[in-house]
């Protein structure tokens, strides 16, 4: 018996690792669950799963995930409310299937030092970065290149002219994936590519040079690895994260599951491939430039960008002004060395205040 806590479960990604668990019945005990707002369907999670632990804040979560009887913790929140109890964990020693990104974005250096101090374990569980570590498993191969796969998002053949004034509805169709709302305009400002080269950068050491990102609209290739023979090696699979998910929680094992959609070969697909513009993509370039900075200048970008997201979500900003405002608010800053987690935080709530007012003024 697995006996995980899922933090986020009310959320597209919690919702989906509690469809694993309801599939293999036998094999989890939920100890917890913890959500923000939607205390309807946490009643329901708690209604069905009976977990002894739940919160409705992060707050709470920050101590449920070192518990000495969980095992496993899904880090399923939206953005950096997910840093503490991710370090919270790996410092208990558990194994942390790490969706969320933002903490690897603002921290990733700390959360591998955690790792290696403590015994924890981070398993990741972004498509991309899942699929580069499929592609790794059994090597001990020197790594040319990791090619992480873009969809390109709803505005990759839009005239250029007319996507500074995008709507949130229009930003909101991903061509190839259904998730929450802050990913979902993170993936049409390519900020969710930026925020994976970051991920692969820490999760699997590979310096920043050899990472590249190439458009692939289908989303059926989910990254890939060249090693030095030039062999390149590559996870398919449709565009579902419950895959992703089941191998994370599982891992080394494959396990059939009925669940999980197949590739369909009896139908014909394209995999095509075309280099990223930047010109297209503002924010991509900007996010690569402050991580290979490094300091706080990372914790800034996330924190920013979250607060120039739901701007523009709420109406407050256009879709340039998300660009525009993480600019202004990283040319603000004053780095940190960025070493511990209280400087990050710290980060966090001064780029969370600025970009606010910025976003108000
Ligand atoms: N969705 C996807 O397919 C993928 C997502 N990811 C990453 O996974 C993470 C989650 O994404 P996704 O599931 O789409 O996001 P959602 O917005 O769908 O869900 C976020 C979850 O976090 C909870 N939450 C948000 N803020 C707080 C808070 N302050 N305190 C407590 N709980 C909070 C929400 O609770 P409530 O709804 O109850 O308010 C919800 O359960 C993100 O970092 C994203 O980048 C990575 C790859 C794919
Ligand atoms: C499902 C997942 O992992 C997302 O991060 C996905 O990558 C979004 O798609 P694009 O960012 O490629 O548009
Ligand atoms: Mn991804």
Same mark, same amino acid.
């Given at each position: 018996?697995?006996?995980?806590?899922?933090?986020?479960?009310?959320?597209?990604?919690?919702?989906?690792?509690?469809?694993?668990?309801?599939?293999?019945?036998?094999?989890?005990e939920?100890?917890?669950?913890?959500a923000?707002?939607?205390?309807?369907?946490?009643?329901?999670?708690?209604?069905?799963?009976?977990?002894?632990?739940?919160?409705?804040?992060?707050?709470?979560?920050?101590?449920?995930?070192?518990?000495?009887?969980?095992?496993?913790?899904?880090?399923?929140?939206?953005?950096?409310?997910?840093?503490?109890?991710?370090?919270?964990?790996?410092?208990?020693?558990?194994?942390?299937?790490?969706?969320?990104?933002?903490?690897i974005?603002?921290?990733?250096?700390?959360?591998?030092?955690?790792?290696?101090?403590?015994?924890?374990?981070?398993?990741?569980v972004?498509?991309?970065?899942?699929?580069?570590?499929?592609?790794?498993?059994?090597?001990?191969?020197?790594?040319?290149?990791?090619?992480?796969?873009?969809?390109?998002?709803?505005?990759?053949?839009?005239?250029?002219?007319?996507?500074?004034?995008?709507? @949130?509805?229009?930003?909101?169709?991903?061509?190839?994936?259904?998730?929450?709302?802050?990913?979902?305009?993170?993936?049409?400002?390519?900020?969710?590519?930026?925020?994976?080269?970051?991920?692969?950068?820490?999760?699997?050491?590979?310096?920043w040079?050899?990472?590249?990102?190439?458009?692939?609209?289908?989303?059926?290739?989910?990254?890939?690895?060249?090693?030095?023979?030039?062999?390149?090696?590559?996870?398919?699979?449709?565009?579902?994260?419950?895959?992703?998910?089941?191998?994370?929680?599982?891992?080394?094992?494959?396990?059939?599951?009925?669940?999980?959609?197949?590739?369909?070969?009896?139908?014909?697909?394209?995999?095509?491939?075309?280099?990223?513009?930047?010109?297209?993509?503002?924010?991509?370039?900007?996010?690569?430039?402050?991580?290979?900075?490094?300091?706080?200048? @990372?914790?800034?970008?996330?924190?920013?960008?979250?607060?120039?997201?739901?701007a523009?979500?709420?109406?407050?900003?256009?879709?340039?002004?998300?660009?525009?405002?993480?600019?202004?608010?990283?040319?603000?800053?004053?780095?940190?060395p960025?070493?511990?987690?209280?400087?990050?935080?710290?980060?966090?709530?001064?780029?969370?205040?600025?970009?606010?007012?910025l976003?108000?003024?």
């Amino acid at each position: 018996m697995r006996k995980i806590v899922v933090l986020g479960s009310t959320g597209s990604i919690g919702r989906q690792t509690l469809d694993i668990v309801r599939a293999f019945p036998d094999e989890f005990e939920v100890i917890g669950l913890a959500a923000g707002t939607n205390t309807k369907l946490l009643k329901e999670q708690v209604a069905e799963f009976q977990p002894a632990h739940v919160w409705s804040a992060a707050a709470g979560a920050e101590e449920m995930v070192t518990l000495p009887r969980v095992d496993q913790v899904m880090v399923a929140l939206m953005g950096s409310v997910g840093l503490t109890p991710t370090l919270n964990a790996l410092a208990a020693g558990k194994q942390v299937a790490l969706s969320n990104k933002e903490p690897i974005v603002m921290a990733g250096k700390l959360i591998k030092d955690f790792e290696a101090l403590y015994g924890g374990r981070v398993l990741p569980v972004d498509s991309e970065p899942s699929a580069i570590w499929q592609c790794l498993q059994g090597e001990d191969n020197e790594i040319l290149r990791i090619l992480i796969t873009a969809s390109g998002g709803p505005f990759r053949t839009t005239p250029l002219e007319d996507i500074e004034n995008v709507t @949130p509805e229009q930003a909101l169709r991903h061509p190839t994936w259904k998730m929450g709302q802050k990913i979902t305009i993170d993936s049409a400002t390519l900020m969710n590519k930026a925020f994976e080269v970051i991920e692969t950068h820490w999760l699997f050491s590979v310096p920043w040079e050899r990472i590249e990102v190439v458009v692939h609209p289908q989303s059926t290739i989910h990254s890939m690895v060249e090693f030095a023979d030039g062999s390149v090696k590559a996870q398919l699979g449709p565009p579902d994260m419950r895959l992703p998910i089941q191998y994370a929680l599982f891992y080394p094992q494959r396990l059939p599951n009925s669940m999980i959609p197949r590739l369909d070969t009896s139908i014909s697909h394209s995999l095509n491939f075309d280099p990223l513009e930047p010109n297209r993509y503002p924010c991509f370039s900007l996010a690569i430039e402050a991580a290979r900075k490094g300091g706080t200048y @990372p914790a800034v970008l996330s924190a920013a960008d979250e607060v120039a997201v739901q701007a523009f979500l709420d109406g407050k900003i256009g879709y340039g002004g998300i660009h525009h405002l993480v600019e202004q608010t990283l040319s603000e800053h004053d780095s940190l060395p960025g070493e511990t987690a209280e400087e990050v935080l710290q980060a966090d709530a001064w780029a969370s205040a600025r970009a606010f007012e910025l976003a108000s003024g």
